[in-house]
């Protein structure tokens, strides 16, 4: 039998997503920002995003120091390095880094050369001590503060100290210390030399850089915008350069030890600029690096050094300010750089600590490790290709991939991936590749990665349909109170408004209203593929679907019943991804409802008997009214009697629940007058199913 379906139409508001995918995608790395998450070693990335060979770079892992806070070049080519524990240790070529000094402090956080021995800022009792070539100690002042960020040469045998909590610049000289500062900042957190026995100091409250100069004059250089001025670098014509941080880099823990260390989580929209700045002439931004904070600067007559976090890296500004991106570390900031003789900049990192030598000589081979692609979800990759010129040297490309970020274990092998090739790493969210330059003149100018997400199925979900009768607002779980229309027979347009919810709601509806059913659903996709669903139905312990929908686009869906049987039903939802996928590459998945009663049967009222009784004298009578309602599918919620027309009232049944496809009722109207009446009877049911029975009384004159 052929059945015609009476629809009421829902329009719903589609999230726009990416109608495609899984498409192919290229993965391109060719700019400098592309790289920004990479990790480096003996290559550079260029202004331009080009790859090719750098300065050699080899590093030295410390034994136990995971924070550097500064070092300083020694005699002989060896380097100090400053930490945690009172401890200053001490590299050198052949023995590479090892324990050297102990303070009984809690943090060493700044050296500064003196001759062919040190001097020590350290924390938190802010005390500078003395360390000879042969590693003797001896404390040289006890500055008032908690701590001592920066010291600078202040002449013969005298030093500048930038000290916090409280923002003072001190002169420390034969043992005496005195302010030459006092500044609104709450540290003043670096410091360098002005070369003519004055200092730059620059402040982490309110990014002011402040100049001390010999004569004792003080003068504000440059009021940066950022909150801090965390390093400070003087090149060889007198240009400053600073680095101001939008927020702190640093954290003190909260202990008795009120031990100071770097930010290791991310800080939302957290930014560094690097100025520079010429003293009683111009400032201006030279470099934003991109990551959010600078830890260090060096300058030479052959350009400026950025240390960053938290992801470290070193960068070098060039004259006209372009940046050249020397190494990128695994440990996770870049605290202090130093300047060798010789042409070699030394590099320490932090968490964990380790010592990075970076040139002179031009490394031999070096790679680039990319930050790995997400793909979100479960990829293929196809075709990796690199562009750019061999120069008689060699590239080589490979690839890794795994579910974890960042990459552990799990993940897989290196995988050699020649150019023009297709990825052999397994199919995975994640992908890395790996580059290796070696001889000659390499250069890469880009590198390109095809993939594409692997479609994986809907998912339907909470198919819901509403009470019959009513139906539900897409995204909420009450009535629609929303007008319902019809087109009659002939043509004529009718609409129906509900007014209220609930069984008198219910009650109200016309009867060709009551058979409306509204399903919901909800549908996700782990592509964020645009979907259609087909609903079908069947009785419940049934085997044959019926389509009621197919192809709709919204989650809800409301269908005239009328025509059924009653009964148990069932509703199956399936949605398809089709409409974002290729042809022959479309998945679907599908639920089912509970089951629901359908019941467009009316109830009965199978007995009903009215008796008029007199009044008193001069009162007016009854009529006692008693009788029974039946339903074969659902419960019966209502019981309501009318008198003569008037309005419809309750009727408690007996046993005071509405609450059974049975119900008794007997009920007696007070205050009737003498003569003949009308007494009606309705009975509603769970479906909104109504029958009336009606009756004549007479009601006796009083006697």
């Known amino acids: 039998m052929k059945r015609t379906w009476a629809c009421v139409s829902v329009w719903v508001l589609l999230t726009a997503t990416n109608a495609w995918a899984t498409e192919t995608q290229l993965w391109v790395s060719d700019s400098p920002a592309d790289y920004s998450k990479s990790q480096t070693s003996g290559v550079l990335v260029g202004p331009d995003g080009v790859l090719q060979l750098g300065p050699r770079a080899r590093s030295s892992a410390t034994d136990s120091l995971d924070v550097i806070w500064a070092m300083a070049p020694l005699s002989g080519g060896a380097v100090a390095l400053a930490g945690d524990d009172g401890r200053i240790d001490r590299w050198t070529e052949g023995g590479g880094i090892r324990p050297w000094v102990r303070l009984p402090v809690g943090q060493v956080l700044s050296l500064a050369v003196d001759g062919d021995g040190l001097v020590a800022g350290t924390g938190p009792d802010g005390l500078i001590y003395h360390i000879s070539s042969h590693g003797d100690t001896s404390r040289v002042a006890r500055t008032g503060e908690r701590y001592v960020w920066g010291l600078a040469p202040a002449g013969k045998g005298a030093w500048y100290a930038a000290t916090g909590t409280r923002g003072k610049l001190m002169k420390v000289e034969a043992s005496r210390t005195r302010v030459v500062i006092d500044s609104d900042e709450s540290n003043l957190v670096s410091l360098v030399s002005d070369g003519h026995g004055g200092a730059f100091a620059g402040g982490d409250s309110h990014g002011r850089i402040l100049w001390a100069r010999a004569d004792g004059t003080v003068t504000t250089v440059f009021d940066a ?179 974890t970020d960042p990459p552990d274990t799990t993940w897989s092998p290196w995988k050699a991936a020649p150019q023009e090739s297709r990825i052999t790493s397994p199919a995975a969210r994640y992908l890395q590749w790996k580059v290796e330059l070696a001889g000659g003149r390499p250069r890469v100018d880009a590198v390109e990665v095809a993939w594409r997400e692997r479609n994986l199925p809907p998912k339907v979900e909470e198919v819901t349909v509403a009470p019959q009768g009513t139906g539900f607002r897409e995204g909420e779980l009450q009535p629609r109170t929303d007008p319902v229309t019809q087109t009659l027979p002939g043509g004529q347009r009718v609409e129906y408004q509900m007014q209220g919810t609930g069984p008198r709601a219910l009650r109200e509806l016309p009867q060709w209203a009551r058979g409306l059913r509204t399903l919901q659903w909800k549908a996700t996709d782990p592509n964020g593929d645009a979907m259609t669903y087909h609903v079908d139905m069947r009785s419940e312990g049934g085997d044959h679907w019926t389509e009621i929908g197919d192809k709709l686009e919204a989650t809800s869906f409301t269908w005239d019943t009328q025509g059924l049987p009653d009964g148990r039903y069932r509703i199956r939802v399936q949605a398809t991804d089709e409409p974002g996928n290729a042809v022959g590459e479309a998945m679907t998945s599908d639920a089912l409802s509970e089951p629901f009663t359908i019941d467009n049967t009316p109830p009965v009222v199978t007995s009903l008997e009215a008796k008029g009784q007199a009044g008193a004298k001069g009162q007016a009578g009854a009529i006692a009214v008693s009788g029974r309602a039946s339903d074969n599918e659902s419960m019966l919620v209502r019981l309501e009697i009318e008198l003569d027309d008037g309005d419809w009232r309750m009727v408690t049944p007996t046993g005071g629940f509405a609450d059974s496809r049975d119900l008794d009722f007997s009920v007696k109207l007070p205050d009737v007058k003498a003569g003949e009446h009308s007494v009606a009877v309705r009975a509603v049911d769970r479906a909104g199913n109504g029958a009336t029975r009606a009756a004549r009384v007479t009601v006796p004159t009083t006697r």
């Open 225 to 403: 915008s950022e909150d801090e001025v965390r390093a400070l670098a003087l090149a060889p014509d007198g240009t400053l350069y600073a680095a101001g941080l939008s927020a702190s880099a640093t954290s003190e823990e909260d202990d008795t030890e009120r031990r100071v260390e770097p930010v290791k989580s991310a800080v939302s929209a957290a930014r560094a600029t690097v100025y520079r700045i010429v003293p009683d002439k111009s400032a201006a931004a030279v470099f934003t690096p991109p990551h959010p904070f600078v830890f260090a600067l060096a300058a030479s007559s052959e350009g400026v050094w950025v240390a960053t976090g938290n992801r470290g890296a070193v960068f070098q500004l060039d004259a006209q300010s372009r940046a050249t991106q020397v190494l990128a570390v695994p440990q996770g900031q870049v605290t202090a750089l130093a300047l060798m003789t010789g042409g070699r900049l030394v590099a320490a990192t932090s968490n964990p600590g380790a010592l990075w030598r970076i040139g002179p000589e031009r490394a031999e081979k070096g790679e680039l490790l990319s930050g790995p692609l997400d793909a979100r979800r479960f990829a293929q990759f196809g075709r990796i290709a690199w562009h750019g010129d061999a120069g008689g040297g060699r590239v080589s490309l490979s690839t890794r991939s795994g579910n």
